[in-house]
């Protein structure tokens, strides 16, 4: 089957408040997309993504559709086994919306599509050993060899967010204590924020009138950190050192040439990339007599699953 010159594959960013989808050009460029919430159960879930598709049927050439999910997938990526957020649950989904919509369907983990975005069209173009390291709500990572993402025995690799960090530390919602996400995530900055402002860390903050408010958030302690507030200058430095730490975890377990950093978190990166990049050299094994990886910053921001799960769909025309 050869694909239209003008044709674009369909890529989805399903998440578990609201899904997105875009078509995508050839040259991973997104020409139009929608976004709607996202339905709690399997049935609706599905409708919605046909409905999505049909829609964008009527204005475009559609060729193949791409799903980027949160979750656990069999190793053939024909099954979401698990997906914490969505409704889910050994559900056939590949196979079930490829009959529905008459197209073919190609089903993989949210970062191995941001993963393979950054590195069709993004900022690990050319590499030939990187991980990609997404840090939002939690941890993602993916590894990518030789052009390949490498998923492990099961189809789960590598899972860097719940290795345990500090035993019997912060409760995880994985079930654990002490994960890595809880301490270097967006959600880790809020908690480091209370746990500054209860052990009484600094009198004078906005993050204490965000926490009164119920407004405290990642985003907000990010921006009073670039406006020089003392507090959040200091919940950054820690978050920043937990990165370092996870970043040479990485070092030292897959010896990557290059780890990029994506997720929510890597447009504040200039906050906390050089406190991150320093701990990671200073924390690896043999530190000072082995090359660094080169760490940089993600390209395509929210948009890299959609456009790399697009580019994956494409593959099957």
């Not at 899904?19 to 409708?47: C, F, H, K, N, Y």
């Not at 999505?52 to 979401?80: I, M, R, T, W, Y």
């Not at 941001?114 to 050319?126: D, I, K, L, P, T």
């Not at 040439?257 to 094994?285: C, H, N, Q």
């Amino acid at each position: 089957m050869s694909e239209r010159s003008d044709a674009v594959t369909v890529g989805f960013d399903i998440g578990g408040t609201n899904m997105r989808a875009a078509a995508v050009t050839s040259d991973g460029q997104i020409i139009d997309s929608m976004s709607v919430p996202t339905p709690s159960t399997p049935e609706l879930l599905e409708s919605g993504i046909i409905g999505l598709v049909d829609n964008l049927k009527q204005k475009h050439e559609v060729s193949a559709v791409g799903l980027a999910v949160a979750g656990f997938l069999d190793p053939d990526c024909e099954v979401v086994r698990f997906a914490p957020h969505l409704p889910w649950r050994d559900r056939h989904v590949r196979a079930e919306l490829s009959d529905a919509l008459g197209l073919p369907v190609r089903l993989e983990h949210d970062a191995n599509s941001a993963a393979w975005g950054e590195y069709r069209f993004g900022a690990a173009q050319g590499a030939d050993n990187w991980v990609l390291f997404a840090v939002g709500t939690g941890i993602g990572a993916t590894l990518m060899h030789q052009g390949e993402i490498y998923r492990g025995a099961f189809g789960t690799a590598p899972e860097f967010g719940h290795l345990t960090v500090v035993p019997g530390g912060r409760t995880c919602s994985c079930g654990k204590r002490g994960c890595l996400e809880r301490y270097c995530s967006g959600t880790a900055l809020e908690t480091t924020a209370r746990e500054m402002i209860a052990a009484g860390k600094a009198t004078e903050s906005v993050l204490i009138d965000y926490l009164a408010d119920g407004s405290l958030s990642g985003k907000r302690i990010m921006a009073a950190a670039s406006d020089g507030d003392q507090l959040a200058c200091a919940v950054v430095e820690d978050f920043a050192q937990w990165m370092g730490r996870a970043l040479s975890v990485v070092a030292d377990v897959l010896d990557p040439g290059l780890i990029v950093i994506g997720g929510g978190v890597s447009t504040a990166s200039a906050l906390y990339i050089d406190t991150a990049v320093e701990t990671m050299a200073a924390s690896m094994v043999g530190a000072g007599y082995r090359p660094l990886p080169t760490v940089s910053c993600a390209k395509l921001g929210g948009d890299a699953g959609m456009i790399g799960v697009s580019d994956l769909a494409r593959q099957l025309v």
